[in-house]
Nanobody, 131 residues
Framework: QVQLQESGPGLVKPSQTLSLTCTVS??????????WSWIRQSPGKGLEWIGYISYSGSTYYSPSLKSRTSISRDTSKNQFTLQLTSVTPEDTAVYYC???????????????????????WGQGTQVTVSP
């Protein structure tokens, strides 16, 4: 069974870049037709999908966050990484990494998902944006 674990700083200053890493065990991030996503949940809001990196290394981002988001991977470490630039306090949230064999497509500008949309989840990590 695939397991995911997020890691990174819990506090980021405004205007800086948020960087988180997801370490995957029990499976390879290059497994065919698997998609590795970043998702966040701000207080009082639903699960907002940020973007994914696929088994082949291609990426796809939420339209609302595309200009500030980059997802990359290190196949030698079986990890993928989120970078979110120019953060503001509105980016304060619990950040999750997740994986699934199903292709996810966002039909709107802001992309909300359900837990059932992804088969494997990390436990989540709190990131606070504050001076």
């Amino acid at each position: 069974q695939v397991q995911l674990q997020e890691s990174g700083p819990g506090l980021v200053k405004p205007s800086q870049t948020l960087s988180l890493t997801c370490t995957v065990s029990g499976g390879s991030i290059t497994t065919n037709y698997y998609y590795w996503s970043w998702i966040r949940q701000s207080p009082g809001k639903g699960l907002e999908w940020i973007g994914y990196i696929s088994y082949s290394g291609s990426t796809y981002y939420s339209p609302s966050l595309k200009s500030r988001t980059s997802i990359s991977r290190d196949t030698s470490k079986n990890q993928f990484t989120l970078q979110l630039t120019s953060v503001t306090p509105e980016d304060t949230a619990v950040y999750y990494c997740a994986g699934d064999h199903r292709f996810y497509y966002c039909s709107g500008y802001v992309c909300y998902v359900e837990r059932s949309d992804f088969g494997s989840w990390g436990q989540g990590t709190q990131v606070t944006v504050s001076p």
